[in-house]
């Protein structure tokens, strides 16, 4: 019982390069979030989807795209990764307000 | 705007010391506030709050909401060096589920 797996825990891109952040949960959640956590900023919602096939905008979309595969899969691509989004990416899980969360990929875009 | 601010934004004590970490917030429909623990990776839940002077508590650790003040305090007492982390203070903001999270408070504990 895994809980909330990310994948890759680590990844290095160069600016202008493409990737996608995989999320899966066995917790049987129907919402799903990416975040985005900076030095000093918290943490700050990218995309959220409440359930299969529905996602939505959060607090700093920009320059990103999500797609829910099916109730456990959440990914979030980058199609032209900018030094700017260089930071730690959270998948998080809910059936309610308590989230719970993946351990993270550390993303340097240079 | 929604808000969520957090004071002290780092804090450093020593074993056995109490300390208080605040979380005001400015958010439209609020409908409960949380309290999460942050050591090297995932963020895990402490504590949620909805009704205002009810106190959560969990070993040394305890919560408290004031509903009209719009603050929240985290307690932790005869602080240990395992408490060292970053707690965050998260509001359910209008839309469900919808969290806003503070900058944090990092804590660290000295032998």
Not at chain 1, 57 to 85: D, H, M, T
Not at chain 2, 86 to 99: G, H, I, K, S, T
Request: with cysteine.
């Amino acid at each position: 019982n895994a809980g909330v797996t990310q994948t890759p825990k680590f990844q290095v891109l160069k600016t202008g390069q493409s990737m996608t952040l995989q999320c899966a949960q066995d917790m049987n959640h129907n919402s799903m979030y990416w975040y985005r956590q900076d030095p000093g900023m918290g943490l700050r919602l990218i995309y959220y989807s409440a359930s299969e096939g529905t996602t939505d905008k959060g607090e700093v979309p920009n320059g990103y795209n999500v797609s829910r595969l099916n109730k456990r899969e959440f990914s979030l691509r980058l199609e032209s990764a900018a030094p700017s989004q260089t930071s730690v990416y959270f998948c998080a899980t809910s059936t309610g307000p308590i989230q719970y969360f993946g351990a993270g990929t550390r993303l340097s875009v240079l | 705007e929604d808000k969520v601010v957090q004071s002290p934004l780092s804090l450093v004590v020593h074993e056995g010391d109490t300390v208080t970490l605040n979380c005001s917030y400015e958010v439209t429909n609020f409908r409960s506030l949380l309290w999460y623990k942050q050591e090297k990776k995932a963020p895990t839940f402490l504590f949620m709050l909805t009704s205002s002077g009810i106190e959560k508590k969990s070993g040394r650790l305890s919560s408290i909401l004031d509903k009209k003040e719009l603050f929240s305090i985290l307690n932790i007492t005869a602080t240990q060096t395992g408490d060292s982390a970053v707690y965050l203070c998260a509001v359910e903001a209008p839309r469900n589920n919808d969290m806003r999270f503070g900058a944090g408070t990092r804590l660290t504990v000295k032998p």
